[in-house]
T-cell receptor
């Protein structure tokens, strides 16, 4: 149980284009999903908390107009990187919280999406 | 600022030995503690969670929590080369469900 998928796993795009990343909880419902970014040899950085049916909460320094988050259902959250630039190249990872679990603080991670902006 | 501190390592242990990974946290109100393993190029994988003081064992892994000292550790018995990875300590500070992650400790198990 507690499987989270992400799509795509890899994306290469030209500078200025927008990229959408999907995060799905496959066997549980997730009212809250989290989006992280990780640069090479650095730690996970929380970008935003995605709440089903409401606006996402962004961490300080993360541009909400650049990183659009939509959490339209209990199993799907999307992150859209708008007008991507080379400095946005990173490993984007989502996690989901299982609301049916006994301990709801537990987060399960998706496999990640590697973005390369040329 | 709620901090989660880990020694970045690398921690090198021979195969079959016990690896001991440590983590301290600053928020005394923290309630939930997690260890994740992250292989290079992959996303984190949950290994263990612990919520109350003492030890919790799961196979070769033992998590230890001491809330008075604000300290949580992970012991890996009979370490294997496949255990070589970065181990992330994560703490929930009861303000929502976000986790605060340490920067991770790199573990290398040598054959």
């Amino acid at each position: 149980g507690a499987v989270v998928s992400q799509h795509p796993s890899w994306v290469i795009c030209k500078s200025g284009t927008s990229v959408k990343i999907e995060c799905r909880s496959l066997d549980f419902q997730a009212t809250t999903m989290f989006w992280y970014r990780q640069f090479p040899k650095q730690s996970l950085m929380l970008m935003a908390t995605s709440n089903e049916g409401s606006k996402a909460t962004y961490e300080q320094g993360v541009e909400k107009d650049k990183f659009l988050i939509n959490h339209a259902s209990l199993t799907l959250s999307t992150l859209t990187v708008t007008s991507a630039h080379p400095e946005d190249s990173s490993f984007y990872i989502c996690s989901a919280r299982d609301i049916s679990g006994i301990r709801q603080e537990t987060q399960y991670f998706g496999p990640g999406t590697r973005l390369l902006v040329l | 600022q709620k901090e989660v501190e880990q020694n970045s390592g690398p921690l090198s242990v021979p195969e079959g030995a016990i690896a001991s990974l440590n983590c301290t946290y600053s928020d005394r109100g923290s309630q939930s503690f997690f260890w994740y393993r992250q292989y290079s190029g992959k996303s984190p994988e949950l290994i263990m969670s612990i919520y109350s003081n003492g030890d919790k064992e799961d196979g070769r892994f033992t998590a230890q929590l001491n809330k008075a000292s604000q300290y949580v550790s992970l012991l890996i018995r009979d370490s294997q080369p496949s255990d070589s990875a970065t181990y992330l300590c994560a703490v929930n500070s009861n303000s929502g469900y976000a986790l605060n992650f340490g920067k991770g400790t790199s573990l290398l198990v040598t054959p």
